[in-house]
């Protein structure tokens, strides 16, 4: 980055920590800390969530999810609006009408004590390793792009936004959250308007939409169901379609905005019910849209490298790893064969007289059969160095969809807007890792700490010990950081994968207290018990191949699995007593 890039790098994120500790002020105790004295206003609710929800890993990898695979990852959020409806009307009013600190203290007065510390417990173990990854992907990929040490990225990332969460609790999230989206969204609209701006002239938006519906992109829709030897079946393993987003969207977004107290913390914040369900409402309302355009980011560069050169591999720490490998003579030679057909084919649909002019809109049939050869030829020298990475002796890493849209920051924006950009990268998380640390904390001291300590505190007492419990989580989080590399998926995927194991079972837990009661707490606290042990196992043999299932419907199978479960040992199980 060039001198400028590191000055407003620097200044951004110094605005934020400043206007953090500043904003952070708050009564020292347990409700200025961790609720804001439930004052924040339905908009900043709305911010919050949004802040919460769309961490680094959706601004890096979504547009590169898009470049790869095309639209279709907007149906994963299909049924949020819906979810969103029913954590209004069953979720919001309990929580407000018992004033509790944490979703989990609802389940100890609903069941009993060791069911809302199963629950707090799945909390913490799957959100503390999720957060690890949430930090660890934005600094994985800075490291690589941009040449940094990777262990002082991971620790930066984390560092500095830890200084305001832990000074200043709830009320420093949510302003901060506020000012982060705002940079973000003109960060991204920036990033766009230079995209279609640095286009041939005579391309704009129906010719981008045009090229990438010819190419796949534009796949917003899908069914999940394929036609196999004459049959006509449902695809269990595809990850993204109208069916698993609208049904297990649903079931994920239930369990993520009605039970995860990253989220919860958001909106119990809220002076009212009102208030809380109005910012719920509206994020469901603007979630699918701009998930959308983040997506549509991803198309939009799809479409400049149409016209551009495209890199042989986006992620270079890779390609320089080959260079230092028994590769190495074979790298250069391909190298030197993939420009040589990147130039042909740029001057085939660059010029006017080609058939591939303009690229986007010509009748396929009319496509120079030459142009399709390159573009085949072009596509197996991709595959070689992706080959080459998985070689154990090399120890790389083939996936390069994170490293697409930051890449093309890096290469094409002009000086300042790319350290902007990077700047985005770390408001991005930290508007979501802020809010984590804060409800990881919250529930440690209000469902473990002070449900099992016989130490009586001060309200100025707790107010400390909240303090140093956020400051370890985020030491936490940050270690968990250091161990994770080379997941093997896209990062919003894997974030995704892991939140499905015990989103279900937790969800599951808050069915069975709002809509089933009868059942008390030690059936249900089996049924978790089993249901979960059972997903862990699912997910185990999806991963060997000896299941087919897409791990959106594991959200189903929790939910689904701990209310049949706690019904059937209902009767087998006596009720203890409360």
């Given at each position: ?9 620097a ?8 206007y ?5 002020r708050a ?13 924040v ?6 911010l ?34 819906l ?26 007065q609903?069941?009993?004590l ?28 800075l490291?690589?792009l ?7 990225t ?39 308007y ?5 286009l041939p ?7 981008i ?30 990850k ?12 994920l ?18 002076p ?14 603007v979630?699918i ?25 986006f ?15 074979s ?6 064969r ?6 042909q ?10 058939a ?12 120079d ?5 390159i ?6 020298y ?7 990475l ?84 985020g030491?936490f ?20 994968v892991?939140?499905s ?7 599951g ?17 089996v ?38 479960l ?13």
């Amino acid at each position: 980055m060039s001198a400028i890039d590191w000055i407003v790098l620097a200044l951004t994120l110094t605005l934020i920590i400043a206007y953090g500790l500043y904003k952070g002020r708050a009564s020292k105790d347990l409700d200025g800390y961790f609720l804001s004295n439930r004052q924040v206003p339905w908009y900043m609710v709305l911010l919050g969530i949004m802040g919460t929800q769309a961490s680094a890993v959706t601004f890096l990898s979504a547009p590169g999810q898009a470049y790869t695979d095309g639209m279709r990852f907007v149906q994963y959020y299909f049924g949020l609006p819906l979810a969103m409806v029913v954590v209004c009307i069953s979720f919001v009013p309990v929580f407000h009408r018992l004033r509790v600190y944490t979703a989990y203290e609802f389940l100890e007065q609903r069941f009993d004590l060791k069911t809302r510390t199963l629950t707090s417990f799945l909390f913490l173990l799957q959100r503390g390793l999720s957060t690890g990854i949430s930090i660890s992907a934005p600094s994985i990929i800075l490291s690589s792009l941009l040449g940094w040490d990777l262990f002082w990225t991971t620790v930066v990332m984390g560092g500095l936004l830890i200084i305001y969460t832990v000074t200043g609790g709830a009320k420093a999230v949510a302003y901060t959250q506020q000012l982060q989206m705002i940079i973000i969204f003109g960060g991204l609209s920036i990033a766009g308007y230079i995209v279609i701006h640095r286009l041939p002239k005579g391309i704009g938006w129906s010719e981008i939409l045009h090229m990438g519906g010819r190419a796949g992109k534009m796949n917003i829709i899908t069914t999940g169901f394929t036609d196999k030897g004459g049959h006509c079946r449902f695809d269990w393993n595809d990850k993204y379609n109208l069916l698993s987003g609208i049904i297990g969207g649903f079931f994920l977004a239930l369990s993520y905005f009605g039970t995860d107290q990253s989220q919860v913390g958001r909106y119990i914040t809220a002076p009212s019910v009102s208030e809380s369900r109005l910012g719920l409402l509206m994020n469901g309302l603007v979630k699918i849209p701009m998930q959308f355009l983040i997506l549509m980011l991803g198309v939009m560069v799809f479409a400049f490298y149409g016209f551009n050169k495209e890199p042989l591999f986006f992620n270079q720490s890779q390609l320089k790893l080959l260079e230092h490998s028994k590769y190495a003579d074979s790298l250069a030679t391909l190298s030197a064969r993939y420009d040589a057909v990147e130039a042909q084919r740029i001057v085939a649909v660059r010029s006017p007289d080609s058939a591939g002019w303009p690229y986007a809109i010509v009748d396929p049939a009319l496509i120079d059969s030459r142009l399709q050869s390159i573009t085949r030829e072009k596509a197996q020298y991709k595959a070689t160095v992706r080959r080459w990475l998985d070689d154990k002796a090399v120890g790389g890493d083939s996936n390069d969809t994170n490293y697409i849209f930051l890449r093309f920051v890096t290469d094409y924006l002009p000086k300042g807007l790319v350290g902007l950009l990077i700047a985005v990268i770390f408001l991005a998380a930290w508007g979501s890792i802020s809010a984590t640390l804060n409800s990881l904390a919250s529930c440690t001291i209000c469902d473990f700490h002070r449900r099992f300590s016989t130490r009586t505190l001060t309200g100025r007492q707790e107010y400390r010990l909240s303090q140093l419990y956020t400051l370890l989580w985020g030491i936490f989080c940050v270690a968990v950081a250091q161990l994770v590399y080379g997941l093997g998926n896209s990062l919003i995927e894997a974030v995704n994968v892991l939140g499905s194991l015990f989103y279900g079972v937790i969800l599951g837990v808050f069915l069975v207290a709002f809509y089933r009661r009868r059942v008390p707490g030690t059936p249900v606290f089996v049924a978790a018990l089993i249901t979960e042990t059972g997903v862990i196992v699912l997910n185990v043999l999806e991963k060997k191949g000896m299941v087919s299932l897409s791990f959106l419907w594991f959200n189903l199978i929790g939910a689904v699995g701990v209310v049949v479960l706690s019904e059937l040992l209902r009767p087998l199980l006596r009720p203890q007593k409360q």
